[in-house]
Each structure stands twice: as C-alpha cells, then as structure tokens.
C-alpha cells in the first residue's frame, strides 16, 4: 500500500524564480492538503484540495497556487520566491476532506537563495 | 485563528528519564491530535483525544486531554533514544487540522 509520495525531496532556486512541487496521495484517499514548515517551528496550513477544487485555505498570499488531477495527486506552485519561502513543504492526504487522520509525505525542502 | 502553544520549545534529556510537554490554547476544543515527527520524515499520528479529562496511553507515552478541552499533555517515562523528535498537538478544524508551535525532544544515550 504506497503511501503519501512527494517530488522533488530536495531542491534549490534563486529569488524570482517559480518552483512547482508534487504529491500523490496514500492510495485510497482524495483529498490532499498541503503545510509549510519552516525550521524548528510547527507545519502552517497553506491549502487542501478536494474534487479538484480549492476548498480551504491558510494564510497565505496569491504567489502560492495549487492544482488538483482527476487522479486525485496535487501540483503546488510558488511565483516570485522570496528568501522566506525557504522551508520544509508538506503534502497529507485524507479520504472525503477530513476523517480524523492525516497522513503525510516526507516533505519537499525547499530552499530559496 | 486559534493558537496552540507547545513548551517546552526544545527538550534535552538522558535516557532513562522522563518527561512532560503541554500543548495549551485560549479556545476549546472539539478534539486534539498529537503527532511526532522524526528527522527527514512527515509527522505520524498518535493518538486522538476528544472527552475532556481523557487519559489515553501508548506504551510509554501517557495523553492527557484537560478538563476544560482547551489543553493537553504528553507525559513519556523512561524516555529513549528513539522517542527523539517534533512532538506537535493539532486541532481539528472546519475539514483540516491545524498544529502547534512543536516541541522539539532529543533524547541522550
């Protein structure tokens, strides 16, 4: 049973530049929310999709932008990075929204020079 | 938005010894969650607490959810090396969860 999987696990861009993240979801799930995780601190809710639609989102500015596949697997874009978009990114995915559990990936680190 | 505070920040304990951290908001709570996140990985589910003043234990690892639904801790006794890691408490929300500030444990051989 594959589990929450994310690409790439690491990466490195420069200011400006745009970066895309992905993940596919723990076989049998629909729904995937994605967290950003900066250095020693707690995962912030950036978004969730379900039916590929946006259904929830965290505090966080247009620059960050998301996409959901009929296959149920979930793109996060980032325009115009800044230093402070260096972080740990995480996908979890759940069934019908949200069921009580979360599970999620490794995490793509990201970092912004 | 409703705050978790986790402390202590960071912990650093030998083995062998025990250990409490608190998770404590302003607001209730319909249920917490605690999750423990290992170096390189994603956090991982423990357990669920919902009944105010409910006691749920994990092998060494003791969950307590306040009477009032608007605090929790986490007592582990004889703590080992690989009970070292994030420890985060997270809120349910309108179909999501949201976490804590974490509490970051390394535990000394």
């Known amino acids: 049973d594959a589990g929450v999987t994310q690409s790439p696990t690491h990466l490195i861009k420069t200011r400006g530049q745009q970066v895309t993240l992905r993940c596919s979801p723990k076989s049998g799930h629909d729904t995937v929310s994605w967290y950003q995780q900066a250095l020693g601190q707690g995962p912030q809710f950036i978004f969730q999709?379900?039916?590929?639609?946006?259904?929830q989102r965290g505090n966080f500015p247009d620059r960050f932008s998301g996409h959901q596949f009929p296959n149920y697997s979930s793109e996060l874009n980032v325009n115009a990075l800044l230093l402070g978009d260096s972080a740990l990114y995480l996908c979890?995915?759940?069934?019908?929204?949200?069921?009580?559990?979360?599970?999620f990936g490794e995490g793509s680190r990201l970092t912004v020079l | 938005t409703q705050l978790l505070e986790q402390s202590p920040q960071f912990l650093s304990i030998q083995e062998g010894e025990n250990l409490t951290v608190y998770c404590n908001s302003s607001?209730?709570?319909?249920?917490l969650q605690w999750y423990r996140q290992e170096p390189g990985e994603g956090p991982v589910l423990l357990v669920t607490?919902?009944?105010?003043?409910e006691v749920k234990k994990l092998k060494r690892l003791t969950f307590q959810f306040g009477d009032a639904r608007k605090d929790s801790s986490l007592h582990i006794t004889a703590a080992q090396p690989g009970d070292t890691g994030l420890y985060l408490c997270g809120r349910p929300g309108a179909n999501n969860l949201f976490f804590g500030t974490g509490t970051r444990l390394t535990v000394i051989p």
């Open positions: 607490v919902v009944t105010g003043g």
């Open positions: 607001s209730v709570f319909s249920s």
């Open positions: 979890a995915s759940s069934r019908r929204l949200f069921t009580g559990e979360l599970f």
């Open positions: 999709y379900y039916e590929e639609e946006e259904r």
